[in-house]
Every structure is written in C-alpha cells, then in structure tokens.
C-alpha cells in the first residue's frame, strides 16, 4: 500500500507546491479552452433550421392536438384518425428535416450555442499564460538551503540576557517553589 505524503511526515517544498499549482492552473486553463472550442465546432457544425419548418412544425402540432381530440370523440371518430395519421406523418417529415424526434426539442435544437469571441479570446490567452507561468516555475533553480548550525543566534542569546537581572532570575515555572 503506498503511503500518502500525510502519514510519512515529509512535506513537498516551497519549489514543488509552486510548480503543483502552476500545473493545475494550466489543466484547468486547457479545460476550459477545450470546452469553449468544441461548443463554437456544434455551433458551427449545425445548420440553421429553416424558419418555414418551425413554422410548419408548429402548425401541425396544432393541427394533430385538435385532430386527437376529434378522434377521441364518439362521433366523426374515423374520419379524425384517418387525417390524424396524415399529420403526424407530415409532421414526422418536417421534424426529419429539423434533425429532431419530437417537437419537444425543438427549443433545445433551435437556441443558438455561440461562444461570445471575448470569452473565448480570454480563454486562449488564460492558456498562454498559464502555460508561460508553469514553464517558468518548473525552470527555476532553488539554492539548496543551508546546513543550520549548531550555534545558538545572537538575537537568541541577547533576549536570555535580558530576562536576567543578575540577582532576580525570573522564574517562569507555572508553580514557584516554596523557597522563593
């Protein structure tokens, strides 16, 4: 079982948490731009429909839900069925036509899927820059840092010496002893 980073106690360094964020700035950077390039090809890809379809398509619902009530009734029933079939075959053409199954999706079919050019002019120089930045961390040199050394720092020593005012030691014990 590999060990997380977590549990062995290790820590990555300033130099990899860095080069860890710039690298997901680029991921997400290529994400999105891959996502705003494949809506502008659909876009693209897909004609217009034709408004003379919608027309008709719409026309024809309207006829086939009168017609399916008509049809439905005790009186005129056949001759309704019979004009029924008609127009959902008439409508079932138009709907081929449009590249849709039901007429339900027409609104989805017809809402235009443009990318605003700002948006997507943003997102190619996002990925420019964050390709620049990760390349730029990742080329960074980082100075090995340096053995500490045994010796106490001057600043150190000079805040002992102030706590001690020779004959009175400061005792910073929770309990002082009974002796003082």
Sequence with gaps: MAEDDSTSGSKPSWHER????????????????ATLEEQVDAAVDRPAPDPADLARAAELQGEASKLITKASGRFG???ARTKLE????????????????RIEDLDV?????????TVLDFARRECAQA???????????MPDAEPESDEPDAEIIAAEDSF???EDDLDLRIEPSAAS
Excluded: H, K, Y
């Design 131 to 141: 390709e620049q930045a990760f390349l730029d961390v990742a080329a960074m040199v």
């Design 77 to 79: 029933g056949s001759s």
């Design 164 to 166: 001690a005012d020779g």
């Design 109 to 117: 079919a017809t809402t235009p899927t443009g990318v605003d050019p």
């Design 86 to 101: 008609v127009v959902q075959r008439d409508l079932r053409v138009v709907l081929d036509r449009l590249g849709v199954e």
């Design 18 to 33: 860095e080069i860890a964020q710039a690298l997901q700035r680029l991921a997400n950077a290529r994400a999105n731009l």
